[in-house]
């Protein structure tokens, strides 16, 4: 499996950023068993509805604290209480928030400070947990994107698209923000116009074309963005829809994605019926996105793009995502070494079928 080190992104393996965990409806008061950043954890609920994330392996025996259905514990529905999650096998207890063992059953003594379970910061947005992971241990100093469409009820809310895990590296997936030789072969929407623009933690993308997978006869054009290296939103033709895909590092060389799409309806309030239009409307990206996808899970990795004149600026994606590779103190750099505009040598960077 090719990993960072064999990108040559930088000295951190995972990167720097806030990352989609879960679907919000996934995660409930039986824990759930995740892995990510090469560490398996569990996410839970608490009575309160408030989410957690913890590491999987409870520090007494290392026992899983998800992976059990015959312990007492679980088969008695002991696993969440209040805010705590118990373990199956000797029913130690332990604070979601701060992770500290707050009941042995069977023990009069001193819980030991080491009686602690290392605890991951979660916020929950638009249907979706987002972690901060930070090799580093800082907190954040990026935003997760707003989406103000969430709330408007003219629009109707996604649900989520659970892709599975790509075999390759998330770099791989990043590279499509500068693919504008991509759009023609695969999705049947050759561009008439692109440009990328990066501006600090933020790379764009800006293109219209034509597209066959979408039934679009007219220009499609979309604005598509990462907030940092794993949350991408794309906005198509202005605001009638906004794809939304994210990505997730497993282990090195193995990445989790997930799809979904918020539809704009013509009504105020959107009916059942725009509800059934933005169901098939989520379906037909899903469909753009596979076929990326397909291409993605059966490639071989790609340390150094073959550029040739007409291909987009992938150096400069690539100098752009090392900035969640190294040590914050060097992002500055990392970031004034990929800031700027990018179009592709003959071809327009707007739309000119407007003035
Ligand atoms: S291993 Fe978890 S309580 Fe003993
Ligand atoms: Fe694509």
Redesign the pocket.
């Known amino acids: 499996m090719a990993g960072t080190s064999d990108y040559g992104l930088g000295p951190i393996t995972f990167p720097r950023g806030w990352f989609m965990v879960a679907a919000s409806d996934e995660v409930t008061q039986t824990p759930l068993a995740v892995r990510y950043f090469g560490q398996d954890l569990v996410l839970y609920r608490g009575e309160s509805g408030k989410a957690y994330m913890v590491d999987a392996y409870?520090p007494?025996?290392?026992?899983h604290l998800a992976k059990n259905t015959t312990s007492y514990v679980v088969k008695d529905k002991k696993q969440v209480e209040g805010e705590n999650i118990r373990?199956?096998?000797?029913?130690?207890r332990f604070n979601g928030a701060d992770g500290m063992c707050n009941e042995i059953p069977y023990s009069e003594g001193r819980i030991p400070a080491a009686a602690k379970l290392k605890t991951w910061p979660l916020v929950e947005r638009y249907g979706c947990l987002f972690t901060w992971h930070d090799a580093e241990g800082g907190e954040p100093n990026f935003d997760l994107p707003e989406i103000k469409e969430w709330d408007d009820p003219a629009w109707v809310r996604w649900t989520i698209d659970h892709l599975g895990t790509l075999p390759c590296h998330p770099q791989e997936v990043i590279d499509n923000m500068a693919d504008v030789g991509h759009l023609g072969p695969v999705h049947g929407g050759p561009p008439e116009y692109f440009l990328n623009r990066i501006e600090g933690h933020v790379l764009r993308q800006f293109q219209g074309g034509t597209h066959r997978t979408l039934e679009v006869g007219a220009l499609l054009e979309t604005n598509t963005f990462y907030t940092g290296p794993g949350i991408l939103l794309s906005y198509f033709n202005g605001d009638v829809g906004l794809m939304y895909i994210a990505h997730t590092p497993v282990d090195d060389g193995v990445t989790k994605a997930w799809h979904a799409y918020l539809y704009k309806s013509p009504n105020a309030v959107a009916t059942e019926e725009d509800v059934q239009v933005a169901r098939m409307a989520q379906a037909g990206s899903l469909e753009a996105f596979a076929q990326d996808f397909e291409i993605w899970a059966n490639k071989r990795a790609c340390f150094n793009p073959l550029v040739v004149q007409g291909d987009g600026a992938f150096g400069k994606i690539r100098q752009w995502y090392k900035q969640f590779y190294n040590p914050r103190a060097q992002e500055q750099k990392f970031q004034a070494l990929a800031n700027g505009e990018y179009p592709v040598r003959g071809m327009p960077t707007h739309n000119q079928r407007v003035a």
């Not at 373990?87 to 130690?92: D, K, N, R, S, T």
């Open positions: 409870c007494h025996m290392g026992t373990c199956p096998y000797h029913a130690w």
